[in-house]
DNA sequence: AATAAGTTCGGTAACAGAACGAACTAAAAG
DNA sequence: CTTTTAGTTCGTTCTGTTACCGAACTTATT
């Protein structure tokens, strides 16, 4: 439901201006939008009038200290309409939620239900209305949910495919099914794509509109912005990078499989070349101690990851030149791979890229899901499917990260 | 100049509806432009009234044969503005005139003036001169230039970097001197990007939205699009696929010059490798005559230059999974090599993707630089800078490439 | 007194919808 | 085959509503 039933044009795209001043410029006095949109004083009275009417935003109290009669302020009403958020991993789900004032709040964390299909669908919904309730805010509020998900997300059919980590998530209309359990409109995107808007929200890239942000765990992926956009692909098959032709050699009928890439990148690639070097028997953060401890082939084995890592960025940076690189995932995050990385770039790839590790770490979902949330709850509350009327999310500052529960 | 001074915001949204009905739909009746915008009859008259007014539309005739009235139809003017697209090679310079009904006319071709630098510029000039003067149009009617460059636009210093092919570029502020002698806007963009668009407009992959077009001749590069919008990048150096880390080890330092992929793909990495196997010293174009005459050292050569074509296809599609790829440019418009690379393809990625030679051959850039150059003009003259209100240019149907002069 | 905030009061642009005349086709009546 | 008439569509005119601006005015504060 909009704010209105049919304004006409130019009102809807006022009004998404003052909303727009509201959300980003905090509380702020109705002069002072006047200024800010250059719509005139007395509009801005009427649409604030409007806007109060109908429960959106709220007096906060009155500028003093001005020269001048002092001006009555207002806020956005925060918990009017709220989003949840789902990270939905292998091992552990996430779920918070975020209000219009753009804070994300009530993180929830658990261990994914092992028995996958179905019992994870009514986890999902279940921690939603924890991360709801836990913030006294009426379920009724709830807008929408967004869910990453490991695979990528068929949008058609609402199921996801290529999502080994889950099981039975392959032939069940995830979408409808968790639809019909919370009530609201579901979102379902790749949780490496969340990331990447995450961290171009408020993370390390914020403000930079062509990045890429690279996952590097179990296997290796990324998220692709272009132009302050995310880029899904034809068949949503967009940052599969674990199918870069080299690594080992693409034309193996293996590498059609497992991706010429990922055989190497990889937990299980990292942990064969360290098994045959060595003949010992380790798990990738066990190789990560030993290379502290000063094992030559644990060091051999992570200089190897990290130069197939630099040509892996070589190839995106040649293909859509980011501004700016972020990796994470549970070993892209580790520092002694991301300096080797760093040093090594420059030898294989001519012009400078900038590197980092993900500020946000294991919340950059649910960060990037909220944001992808708000953009779609502004626009239809506010902008009401007006073409070029946008709410912009307002800066980092605003946003608060709650404590995790549990 | 745009249509009206300062209209409202909203008659400028109708005003933009307005024009894209007559733009697309042809002539066009009042009544069926109200059925299509949605706006009253009363409005369209009003506007309509206006756009004829100022020149932009005229009457073409009457509707006959249906029940009731007949209607007076409106086309667009279709000489009212139009504007000049340049395609600068570093042998040869097309130049032609797009109108405002989008049709491509008067395409005009030279060598380029081997002296470069501003006698390129003259050239060019002349060129835009020529074509307007060769289909009738009053030169002032020019609004602005689409050139294509064989190399990186620098869009802050008006320069061309990484321009090899044409000598004096470097240092010159290539848009300020241009926009000098022809007293229009320049626009510069890179000639492989105006392929892209040109390909997306009414070529190979009409109405696929995220798509490569791979140029392959002297050097190999590419350009993006994804969501119908071009991937620029970061320092505009997106889709220099001669950087991609495979084809020669990209960790030596002859790679970071050339590039590891463009010293195997490039002219001079084939002829070389021709050289080397079969000890002749043959150009581009021999080697292929060579291959149609049975030689197995030029079949070699093709089979292995294909691998790396197809490499370079599969990197593209793990990074961005476009749905379609087209190949241009002297080598990569060759049946011989196309096919090759189709059925290497599915051996080193897993999913299909469409393989197509460049429907518009030397032309593409051409065609490119006129989407551009009319997107950017609908805009400035009837959508008037507002945000949504946007002109999307009419299918292919309506263009016509007229013969090349010379 | 100066200044800024906010309201009230015309005035105008833009648009929708109803009513109406004009123009045209098709089919029935002659 | 011609004439008439009914039905349809086109386009204009008129009226009422929405949205906006700007100026004048009131109110509150330093």
Redesign the interface.
Known sequence: MAVNEAP???RQ?SLCMVMEAIVHCGPISRASIAKQTGLSKQTISEIARQLEEDGWIRETGRTQGHVGRSAVTYEIVPDAACIATVDLGGTKVRAAIADLSCQVLAEVTEPTDARGGVHVISQIARLCREAAAHNNIPYERLRMAVVGVPGVPDQERGRIVMSPNVTGFETLDVRAALAAELGVEIVLENDVNLAAIGEHWIGSVAG?D?LAYIAIGTGIG?G?M??G?L????????????????GTD??EAE???V??LERVTGTVGIRRRYRELSGRELDVPGIFDALGAGDVHARQVLDETA?YVA?AV???????????VVLGGSIGSRRELVERVRD?LP?????PVELDVSELGSRVAIVGGAAVGLTHLHSTLFAGG?????ISLPPAKVVKLVEAVQ
Chains 1, 2 share one sequence.
């Not at 880029?231 to 032709?245: H, K, Q, S, T």
């Not at 007006?386 to 946008?390: Q, S």
Request: net charge positive; hydrophobic share 45%.
């Open positions: 006409r044009i130019s795209f930079v062509d990324a692709l272009v132009g956009d880029v899904r692909g034809f068949g949503n098959a967009a940052g599969e990078l674990g199918f870069l032709p080299f693409p034309f590498s059609l499989k991706g010429a130069r040509r070589a190839a995106i940076c040649a293909i859509t030149n980011p501004g700016k090594l030898l294989c790839f001519p012009s007006v073409p070029g009327a946008e």
